[in-house]
């Protein structure tokens, strides 16, 4: 097993571009040009409270790559925000945008915070302050935020707002908005959506019936709840779901309709009936047929990756796995299917709401669900073949074709 040290997550998806270049042989100079972000700006946001003090928040846009197009990638508030995971995030968009062949680059962005003791006034001031301290390098052909943890379609809501007040009505400046205000029909479900018709491929191809089953999925917020209520009527059995107030088992199977019921009452997964208790650490290493870690990164690392029981790792989340779990897990014959695939559904649908906003022309559900199955199968299949024909991980395949469109698309458009 190669020795793989712990490592920060810009240093974790830096690695994985590393090795690609090493397979692909990109040179030197190019590899400085992908790897350093093009842009980091980091910006305070003072707001005045409820209680009338003012409290200054720090946050972040990193613009890593446009090569391919336009900068895109979501806003994250979490209190643990930093200048280093956005990084991390902003090039994993780089290589997402590649590898499902949407025409982006990547960004990312973040605000030390935590939404869950902020009134509905606070966040929105926080919004709009941070929208105006980015608005000059945002925009519908520049930079496209949208929701990531912590944030949602109004905040998109406010932040395309906020950004009007400047530059006219522009619906393209943020994806993932509300449908009455230019948001896509399946936006908010489309990154479970994928969550579920990447596993149902992945199954198909293995040869083992996604019925019956057993799924442990890490968080219940948009993604893991939506992953969880596609999953469900796919006759997975939901075993057990944390969130970071609890968690619940039940060995026979979830009933992801009424948990959903309980999560819509009390905000949280924990205390729903018929179930016992179950905390995070132990939901990671619950034996079970596929583990989805869908809430935050770096959960599956060099301290517990040899107590995973899961016989695959679906990769909801961004970065779940550090490197140095994926040596542990990859010599224990754990498949991981990587985020850069997992979980693009959601930049997938962003792309299509993008299109519509600048098209003017808003397309019916059913037009977004199957652009979204073709675009995710697609991307799967590459993956698929790239594997068998390298010889090499799902994460590696998905990074070696990612590295290749980043790298054509800098050198057709000429070195310096
Ligand atoms: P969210 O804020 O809607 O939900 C996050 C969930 O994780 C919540 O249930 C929360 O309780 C739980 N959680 C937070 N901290 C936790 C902890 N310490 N332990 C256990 N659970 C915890 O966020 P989301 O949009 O669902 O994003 C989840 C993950 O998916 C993130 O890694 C995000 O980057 C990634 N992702 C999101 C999208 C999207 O469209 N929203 C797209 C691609 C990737």
Redesign the pocket.
């Given at each position: 097993m190669p020795i793989v040290k712990e490592m920060t997550p810009f240093e974790a998806v830096t690695y994985e571009f590393d090795r690609a270049c090493d397979r692909l042989k990109v040179s030197d100079e190019v590899r400085d040009i992908v790897r350093t972000p093009d842009r980091e700006v980091r910006v305070e946001v003072p707001v005045r409270m409820d209680n009338g003090k003012i409290k200054v928040f720090i946050g972040y846009r990193v613009q890593h790559n446009s090569s391919r197009g336009p900068y895109k990638g979501?806003i994250?508030y979490?209190p643990e925000a930093d200048v280093d995971e956005v990084k991390a995030?902003a090039a994993l968009m780089t290589y997402?945008t590649a590898v499902v062949g949407i025409p982006f680059g990547g960004a990312k962005g973040g605000v030390q915070c935590d939404p869950s003791t902020m009134s509905a006034r606070e966040l929105q001031k926080l919004t709009q302050g941070f929208t105006r301290a980015i608005s000059y390098i945002i925009g519908p052909d520049r930079d496209i935020p949208?929701?990531?943890?912590?944030?949602?379609a109004q905040t998109m809501a406010w932040m395309m707002s906020e950004y009007a007040k400047a530059h006219g009505y522009s619906p393209g400046v943020v994806t993932?908005k509300p449908v009455e205000l230019g948001g896509s029909l399946g936006?908010e479900q489309?990154?479970?959506r994928g969550v579920a018709i990447i596993t149902a491929e992945l199954a198909k191809d293995m040869g083992k019936p996604l019925r019956g089953a057993t799924v442990a999925i890490?968080?219940?917020?948009?993604?893991?709840?939506w992953a969880a209520k596609f999953l469900y009527p796919m006759g997975a059995k939901i075993v057990a779901v944390?969130?970071?107030?609890g968690?619940v088992l039940n060995e026979n199977g979830l009933d992801i309709d009424a948990l959903s019921k309980h999560v819509s009452q009390t905000g949280?997964?924990a205390g729903f009936a018929d179930a016992d208790h179950i905390g995070?650490k132990e939901l990671l290493e619950l034996p079970c047929d596929i583990l989805v870690?869908?809430?935050?990164?770096g959960?599956i690392n060099r301290g517990n990756a040899a107590n995973v029981r899961a016989k695959i790792i679906v990769e909801?989340?961004?970065?779940?796995v550090t490197p140095a779990a994926d040596a542990i897990l990859k010599d224990r014959g754990v498949l991981c299917v990587p985020?850069l695939l997992v979980?693009?559904?959601?930049?997938t649908v962003?792309y299509f709401e993008w299109a519509q906003n600048v098209q003017r022309f808003p397309w019916d559900l059913g037009r977004v669900n199957s652009e979204l199955e073709e675009v995710l199968l697609k991307a799967y299949k590459n993956v698929y073949v790239r594997a068998k024909l390298d010889r090499v991980s799902y994460r590696e395949a998905a990074f070696n074709i990612a590295v290749e469109r980043v790298v054509r698309a800098i050198e057709l458009q000429g070195l310096p």
């Open positions: 979501g994250r979490h995030l997402k949208a929701p990531d943890m912590g944030t949602n993932g936006r489309a990154t479970g890490q968080g219940f917020g948009n993604v893991g709840s944390t969130d970071v107030k968690g949280s997964v995070n870690p869908a809430a935050l990164g959960v909801a989340a961004n970065h779940p985020d979980n693009a559904g959601g930049v962003s």
